[in-house]
């Protein structure tokens, strides 16, 4: 097999895949669906910025308690827990819109629970990959889940900006509900016995503060969930500023916003096949990237034309693909076994649970001034981020050269450590010429303290020249 698919070759991983692919092309759909909904009852750029921070808000509050879950639960039981409870709110949305009750408190509402869902759902989701494929096919697993994620995302919208006009969004809605059914049949359907399942973690005190000191204290982690939060927050707010773009700056419909979703997307899905060829991500990669996004973010903004707009939106949507694959693997294969669901539930706790800080502002910005303002902030804002990100590791790698002079006490102890450099030579010397040997066992510099029997210095024994040396 390809080793861009050499993950496929695992028959649950190929389980996993394809239930996930038409999962995923259902959540696009509801999610093109709901932002039009919301539009048509009345929302404007504040309203959709609220909808999307009401759906990550729970991942502030649950994501890292849900990380110490997934360390202790087998995670695909919880999994089929997550994702029974996330088609059942889709087929609600579905019932209230059919029956002509929907409003925008109900969709505000049903958001909620279904972010209280994925705050649970998604660290676990991300830990399982491992146990599925194990730690020497991680990168290339986890950017083929960024393929499949981004094929979805180019054939959901798509589709839901025609079904949308064609059959309602109540039937995209329920189409989303019963697309949950092929997770769940992959999850079924998986062989056990394959799987490379982490030991669980004992229920304990402190399990929590435990998994954020381990963040904290190694750098391989923090400055790159650090830098995603910043992008988050700030870039990666597209469901806001693109159906804004197209209702109100290319006067568009629904189908001009699923056309700038898909385009978008399909420029992910060129940078996720490019992500699967990579051995491993590196740090240089993630952080240029990251600058590559912001860039090409904010020049979309001042796109004069609806071509033009989504011509730029390929090249964008490879930057931050690159980016996030990058990300998400490098810190996967830095935590440890036992940490890892707490690690990625801070990573997607950092991921997408500060979009609930950065869209009501990328919102407001965006229905203020126009959604080219909010692409603007929002690419420029990221790549603020990504060069002071940078500009520590610079100064991390340095040297750090010394001007003070050399304290008394260790010139004392450099001047020990040569005298009893000098001392355990001659004595080395004297067993030589006598035809003994010494073998040391001590340290040379701690030699100065004391004499052993023979004249060889404490921790040295003396033999005859030739015999097997012995212990002292």
Not at 170 to 185: D, P
Request: glycine letters at 12%; proline letters at 5%; a positive charge.
């Amino acid at each position: 097999m390809s080793p861009t698919l050499r993950s496929l070759s695992v028959r649950n991983y190929r389980l996993f895949a394809a239930g996930q692919l038409v999962s995923l092309m259902g959540t696009w759909m509801q999610l093109t669906a709901q932002d039009w909904l919301v539009l048509q009852l009345g929302g404007g750029g504040l309203a959709l910025g609220g909808v999307l921070a009401l759906q990550f808000l729970p991942v502030l509050l649950f994501g890292l308690y849900a990380g110490v879950l997934a360390d202790r639960y087998d995670k695909r039981r919880v999994l089929l827990a997550t994702q029974t409870s996330a088609g059942l709110v889709a087929l609600t949305l579905a019932i209230l819109t059919a029956t002509g009750v929907v409003t925008l408190p109900l969709v505000y509402v049903l958001a909620g629970l279904l972010g209280v869902v994925q705050a649970f759902d998604t660290p676990t989701r991300q830990a399982f990959i491992v146990e599925m494929v194990g730690r020497d096919d991680l990168p290339n697993a986890v950017a083929l889940n960024s393929v499949t994620f981004n094929s979805a995302r180019i054939a959901g919208p798509a589709l839901a900006g025609v079904l949308i006009s064609v059959i309602g969004s109540a039937a995209v809605f329920g189409a989303n509900a019963a697309s949950y059914l092929a997770v769940l049949a992959a999850l079924l359907a998986m062989h056990r016995d394959e799987l490379r399942p982490a030991r669980p973690v004992r229920r304990a005190r402190g399990q929590l503060r435990e998994g954020l000191r381990y963040v904290v204290s190694r750098r391989e982690l923090l400055l790159p969930i650090v830098l995603v939060g910043f992008v988050g927050a700030l870039g990666l707010n597209f469901s806001v500023t693109l159906a804004l773009a197209a209702r109100y700056e290319f006067g568009g419909s629904a189908a001009t916003y699923g056309t700038l979703v898909a385009t978008l997307a399909l420029g992910s899905l060129i940078g996720a096949v490019l992500a699967a060829r990579r051995a491993r991500p590196t740090m240089r990669l993630l952080v240029g990237a990251a600058f590559a996004f912001g860039l090409l973010e904010a020049t979309t903004g001042v796109m004069p034309t609806l071509g033009s707009f989504a011509v730029l939106l390929v090249p964008t949507g490879a930057a931050i693909l690159t980016f996030t694959t990058a990300a998400n693997a490098s810190v996967q294969m830095a935590a440890g076994e036992q940490m890892r669901g707490r690690v990625m539930a801070l990573y997607i706790l950092v991921f997408l649970g500060t979009t609930p800080l950065g869209a009501p502002l990328i919102g407001w910005l965006s229905g203020s001034f126009g959604p080219r303002v909010g692409l603007i902030v929002g690419g420029l804002g990221s790549a603020v981020a990504a060069a002071v990100i940078a500009w520590l590791l610079r100064r991390a790698s340095r040297p750090q050269i010394s001007t003070q002079p050399p304290d008394a006490s260790d010139s004392a102890a450099a001047s020990r450590a040569r005298h009893a450099t000098r001392r355990s030579r001659a004595v080395a010397a004297s067993g030589s010429a006598s035809g003994v040997a010494t073998r040391c066992t001590t340290p040379r510099a701690a030699l100065a303290r004391a004499s052993g029997p023979s004249g060889a210095p404490a921790g040295c024994s003396a033999t005859g020249t030739g015999s097997t040396p012995r212990s002292s």
